[in-house]
């Protein structure tokens, strides 16, 4: 059997790099992957490879207009749509039909928080697209529709889930993420003009205003069986790809107690990286892996524990889970068309 797959929003950077990791699926040279509509807004008619001129063998594809009549007929449909776009589109889609949504639409579980964070009415809650979550695995192995995490939410979830799941910090994280450009998206806007980006590094979305604040606060506070309270601050750094996710807790724990935490929990995951003690990950390592790269320390003068976490924003922390997640949901391995070896210097 053929799997057809359509991609809504493949003009913008999280479709372009689903497209990237279909391209070198195993299953698309196996011919039981079919590349099918890719569509767009605005650049409808275009060519693709106008707007993504690395993916050489899809560049004379044509975009077309991101309508439910385009879209049906797929057996996968991946939406890289601006928020509230996704919920008019899969409505519109038959229940078989696999919807694996970029965006922030089906995130969250409380309407409340939807409305406070993004304003508007909650369209509703999709599994999280997160197989690495316990039990969540499975839940996504039988599902047809799956939200894929936002990119400050995976690394920075990832980064603390053991050291919460554990009880090993107090229920109150602080994370500062540096994020790169590309994690805004493709559309022009002014303050990411390069003259405005480069030689510069910029905090926004200061003092629990930022929507993925919630999104983390749901995960963890899973994790720890009782509410977490989560302070971010996501930082714009002069690079392409790649967040840097700096996540402190109070404790009193050791850092063996949290390196057998950590071991046990990622023992079995492919996707993530348990550095050795002292060493830190950095973003030139996991740009275009699924890879989440985690280092651990305890400051024991402060009783603080630091763990840094790295992502490619564009990766596993979009396109990466999404395919990671679309393999689960139609019995494929896991890890296919995902690599775990990135591209240096
Ligand atoms: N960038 C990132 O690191 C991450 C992004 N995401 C999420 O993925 C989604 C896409 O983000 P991203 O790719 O960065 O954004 P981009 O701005 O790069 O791309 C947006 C895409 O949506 C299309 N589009 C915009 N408006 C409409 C419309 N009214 N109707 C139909 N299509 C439209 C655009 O087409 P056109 O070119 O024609 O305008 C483009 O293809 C968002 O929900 C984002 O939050 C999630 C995690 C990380
Ligand atoms: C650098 C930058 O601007 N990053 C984006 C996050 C992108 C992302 O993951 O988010 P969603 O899918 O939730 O939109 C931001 O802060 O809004």
Redesign the pocket.
């Known amino acids: 059997m053929t799997i057809k797959v359509a991609v809504?929003?493949?003009?913008?950077?999280?479709?372009g790099e689903i497209l990237r990791l279909l391209c070198g699926h195993p299953r698309l040279g196996s011919g039981e992957l079919e590349i099918g509509a890719l569509?767009?807004?605005?650049?409808?008619g275009t060519r693709l490879g106008e707007?993504h001129r690395h993916l050489f063998p899809l560049a004379d594809r044509v975009l077309e207009e991101?309508t439910p009549e385009v879209l049906a007929g797929h057996d996968v449909v991946f939406l890289?749509?601006?928020?509230g776009?996704s919920a008019a589109i899969a409505d519109a889609l038959p229940p078989s039909t696999l919807i694996v949504d970029?965006?922030?639409d089906f995130r969250l579980e409380d309407p409340s928080e939807w409305t406070a964070y993004y304003g508007g009415d909650h369209a509703g809650t999709w599994p999280y697209g997160m197989p690495e979550l316990p039990g969540n695995r499975d839940v996504i192995a039988g599902a047809s529709r799956i939200a894929?995490p936002?990119?400050y939410p995976t690394v920075s979830i990832l980064t603390l889930l053991p050291a919460l799941a554990a009880g090993l910090v107090e229920p109150a994280v602080t994370i500062v993420a540096m994020s790169g450009t590309?994690?805004?998206?493709?559309?022009p806007k002014v303050n990411l003009l390069a003259s405005e980006v480069i030689g510069s590094v910029r905090a926004y979305g200061v003092g629990g205003v930022h929507r993925h604040t919630p999104e983390i606060t749901q995960a963890l506070s899973r994790a720890a069986s009782l509410p977490v309270s989560v302070s971010f601050t996501p930082v714009l750094v002069p690079t392409s790809r790649g967040i840097l996710a700096t996540c402190t807790a109070r404790t009193d724990a050791s850092i063996d107690d949290f390196r057998s935490a950590y071991e046990k929990a990622y023992e079995n995951e492919a996707f993530v990286h348990l550095l050795p003690q002292g060493e830190f990950p950095e973003t030139g390592s996991v740009v275009g892996t699924n890879m989440v790269s985690i280092g651990l320390s305890v400051d024991e003068r402060s009783g603080t524990f630091v763990a840094v976490g790295a992502v490619d924003?564009?990766t596993k922390?979009?396109g990466g889970a999404a395919v990671q997640s679309m393999n689960l949901a139609l019995g494929w391995g896991e890890g296919e068309g995902l690599a775990t070896v990135g591209v240096a210097p």
């Open positions: 809504a929003g493949a003009s913008g950077y999280a479709g569509t767009a807004g605005g650049n409808a707007h991101t890289g749509l601006p928020h776009q970029c965006g922030a894929v936002g990119c590309s994690g805004a998206g493709r559309a924003n564009l922390g979009t």
